[in-house]
């Protein structure tokens, strides 16, 4: 099962060599417009950030749209009018963004997305740095083929609709579970990346399925979800992790903890440190540099094995 970890990209292709110094970049303004709280994962991607753009001595501008793509537009239409020097927005969904991203380039404002991608031309952005969604979902797919040889009933917690994080895991997982005629997604629904919304969307999965009798495993688009999931799997009197296995994405420091106490099974790291690439990214196009379109952030998948160990280093 180790060398599932061997097929995820190593994090380190992360830092793109751009050769810059900080010191270009602390004279620099750059509006920053994220999605929200909506999960663990996305607390530390902001505050990831923002430590990031105060060690550079960036003046950054932040705006938390609280999960609505008009807030996004908003705020981007404001750095656009402030003068930022270049934007970073962590898209909601993928669509609708083609009119305000043609703004930010008109006025000659690099944007990058981060974490999330958008369906809009990529002339219309500088660059996207994020994890490849559909690899996430592959991986987690193969873990569980592995783990049940081929046979499972799984209900899937689906991330926020219209998201690529949502869409590209489906995608991900599908394309290799479909090499697998005993492997049934059996209920697939969004509990919106929340707690809440996984405990929520469990709760009506295990009472569709006879208590969970038929329920293999879940495969969750996010740890928060996962951890929703197995207070729901409790309270149903069943034991998650042993009785329904549970694969999910993000590795959250709680995800390591349910992962040390037998409660879910595997994770797959989605790295929140993305704004050094991201600034790097604006700072080298400013000087006329190339940048890749996509600098990608792909992680490992963990299992139990090593669960206790790493929630002692992730939590501290
Ligand atoms: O876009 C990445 C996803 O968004 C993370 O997996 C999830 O936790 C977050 O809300």
Known sequence: MKSLKQLAVST???????????????????????????????????????????????????????????????????????????????????????????????????????????????????????????????????????????????????????????????????????????????RSQSGDFTRSGGKEVMESFLKAEDGGKNICAVYAHNDDMALGAVQAIKEAGLNPGDDILIVSIDAVPDIFKAMADGDTNATIELNPHLGGPSFDAIAAAKEGKEVPKWIKANGPLYLPDTAAEEYKMRSK
């Open 12 to 186: 380190a292709a992360l830092g793109v060599a751009l050769g810059l110094s900080f010191a270009a970049q602390a004279e620099m303004m750059i509006g920053f417009s994220q999605i929200g709280s909506e999960s663990g994962w996305r607390t530390s991607e902001t505050a990831s950030i923002k430590a990031e753009a105060e060690k550079r001595g960036i003046d950054l501008k932040f705006s938390d749209a609280q999960q609505k793509q008009e807030n996004q537009i908003k705020a981007v239409r404001s750095f656009i009018a402030q003068g930022v020097d270049g934007i970073l927005l962590a898209p909601v969904v993928e669509t609708g963004w083609d009119q305000v991203l043609q703004e930010a380039k008109d006025a000659g404002i690099p944007v990058v997305l981060v974490d999330r991608g958008v369906a809009a031309d990529e002339s219309l952005y500088l660059t996207k740095v994020a994890s490849d969604f559909v690899v996430e979902g592959a991986l987690a797919a193969a873990w569980l083929a592995a783990e049940t040889n081929g046979v499972c009933d799984v209900v899937e917690l689906q991330g926020t609709v219209g998201s690529s994080a949502a869409n590209d895991r489906k995608e991900g997982f599908e394309s290799v579970v479909g090499n697998f005629p005993g492997i049934n997604i059996i």
